[in-house]
Nanobody
Framework: VQLQASGGGSVQAGGCLSLSCAASGRTFSLYAMGWFRQPPGKERDFVVTISGSGRSTSYADSVKGRFTISRDNSDNRVYLQMNSLKPEDTAVYYC?????????????????WGQGTQVTVSS
């Protein structure tokens, strides 16, 4: 299984960015996906997860109402739309997939990880 994240960059506070993660190597729609982030000098934290079908999602409180996850099972991609960005959103963002269709908030629940993409929000 391979995951390729893209779409990071630099933006001013209040701006928007969209991340994409392309998956390959197995039947995409059978497995939940998640986005995590790791700020400089800190641990990797949960951001959002989506079930294999796309019908179930769960967001970290810090991003609720600002970030939206979606997936296109016909294109093997998961997306993260990030609006109203704040400097504290600055981090390397990772997409991940787990061996199951249900959502999980825990990094340990994910088996495969992408390489990460940098998001920098300036004040």
């Amino acid at each position: 299984v391979q995951l390729q994240a893209s779409g990071g960059g630099s933006v001013q506070a209040g701006g928007c960015l969209s991340l994409s993660c392309a998956a390959s190597g197995r039947t995409f729609s059978l497995y939940a996906m998640g986005w995590f982030r790791q700020p400089p000098g800190k641990e990797r934290d949960f951001v959002v997860t989506i079930s294999g079908s796309g019908r179930s999602t769960s967001y970290a409180d810090s991003v609720k109402g600002r970030f939206t996850i979606s997936r296109d099972n016909s294109d093997n991609r998961v997306y993260l739309q990030m609006n109203s960005l704040k400097p504290e959103d600055t981090a390397v963002y990772y997409c991940a997939t787990r061996d199951g269709s249900s959502v999980s908030l825990y990094p340990g629940g994910y088996r495969y990880w992408g390489q990460g993409t940098q998001v920098t929000v300036s004040s």
